[in-house]
């Protein structure tokens, strides 16, 4: 019985810590009118000013991909927008690389998806499933390590052989 009530109390406990999460992430979007979240944009901030470079002059990756299909001129913003940051950073050792993920196993994917939809993506993939979020965090952690110290300019599809 206190083994049940102590699970039950780390359980609760960790509901109101997700619970204040996401009600400090709301209250933010709220305040900002923006669904961008507020990590991104810390690290948006943080990023331009250690550049020396004007907030207003570096583009959200969430602005580059919303591609419409009067705009196809947009495709591929991303990958052009990182070939110019790989020139204009360079002798500053910083690397400039892209992950591109397919779809992924997590909760807003699922959500926003039909089972349709998501058997869809896994039979058209060549490993036949989604990718899970850690698969993708190992990635973007491999580039940023000392491992990938001379890769530059570099796209990283993390997509289960989708083309």
């Known amino acids: 019985m206190q083994n049940t009530l102590t699970e039950h109390s780390v ?8 619970h204040a999460v996401r ?26 000013a250690e550049l020396g470079v004007a907030e207003s002059e570096m583009p959200y990756v969430g602005e580059l991909l919303a591609v419409r299909e009067d ?17 204009e950073l360079s002798g500053r050792n910083i690397r400039v690389n892209i992950v591109a993920p397919g779809l992924a196993s997590t909760d807003l994917a699922l959500a926003t ?9 896994k039979d058209i993939t060549p490993l036949g499933r989604l990718a899970e979020p850690d698969e993708v965090a190992d990635a973007v952690a491999w ?8 890769v530059n300019g570099a796209v990283v599809s993390v997509n289960g052989g989708l083309v």
């Open 113 to 121: 998806n039909t089972p349709e939809q998501i058997q869809w993506v």
């Open 143 to 150: 580039l940023a390590s000392d491992a990938a110290s001379f």
């Open 23 to 48: 009600s400090a992430e709301i209250t933010s979007l709220k305040a900002r009118r923006s669904n961008i979240p507020a990590e991104q944009v810390a690290l948006r901030t943080s990023l331009c």
């Open 71 to 87: 705009e196809r001129d947009w495709e591929g913003a991303v990958e052009r927008l990182s070939a110019v940051l790989v020139k």
């Open 11 to 18: 359980e609760l406990h960790r509901g109101r810590e997700q």
